[in-house]
């Protein structure tokens, strides 16, 4: 699942109303980095940012703020991919190489084409033979990644239940 147009923009929204922390936030950072609470100090530091009802105010300048500004819609994307744990954005109908496929779906490209070899995935193929270049729709990968799901075990007197029948 990718970040839709609406959810970067509210998420660069929240974030340029946050810039000025942010900014802090990366000077302490590259502090904390060379203190004995190193990564501890950091989450802390990056909750207080989060959850500041009065966000920390930095100066910045014109340049440096507009700097920031063209950032924010790519931090955004990258974050909202970060927190779901998805590959890198997608155009919906384009066709995906062998490395753009295996991207997406978090594998090597050398596991992808096992896949391929054992008819998992669906593919197009142009050409003939091993030289042919094969192509992968987004929407077939989402059916590959679907398939491959697991669905957890019945513990408890969910499994009694489920035993009785």
């Not at 990718?2 to 802090?24: D, R």
């Not at 920031?68 to 790519?74: A, D, G, I, V």
């Not at 030289?131 to 990968?141: K, S």
């Amino acid at each position: 699942m990718h970040a839709s147009k609406s959810e970067i923009e509210t998420l660069n929204k929240w974030l340029e109303s946050k810039l000025g922390g942010l900014v802090a936030h990366g000077e302490k950072v590259r502090d904390l980095l060379q203190s004995p609470t190193g990564a501890a100090g950091i989450i802390a530091s990056a909750a207080d940012l989060v959850t500041a009802e009065n966000p920390v105010k930095q100066e910045l300048s014109p340049q440096q703020m507009e700097t920031w500004k063209r950032l924010l819609p790519l931090l955004s994307e990258h974050g909202l991919m970060a927190v779901r744990g998805s590959g890198p954005p997608v155009e919906p109908d384009r066709p995906l190489t062998k490395a753009e496929a295996a991207e997406y779906l978090g594998v090597s490209v050398s596991k992808l084409e096992r896949c391929m070899a054992k008819r998992q995935i669906e593919y197009e193929k142009y050409g003939a033979g091993q030289t042919a270049m094969v192509r992968f729709r987004q929407a077939e990968l989402d059916k590959y990644r679907e398939k491959r799901k697991v669905t957890p075990r019945k513990t408890g007197p969910e499994r009694l239940m489920d035993a009785g029948r």
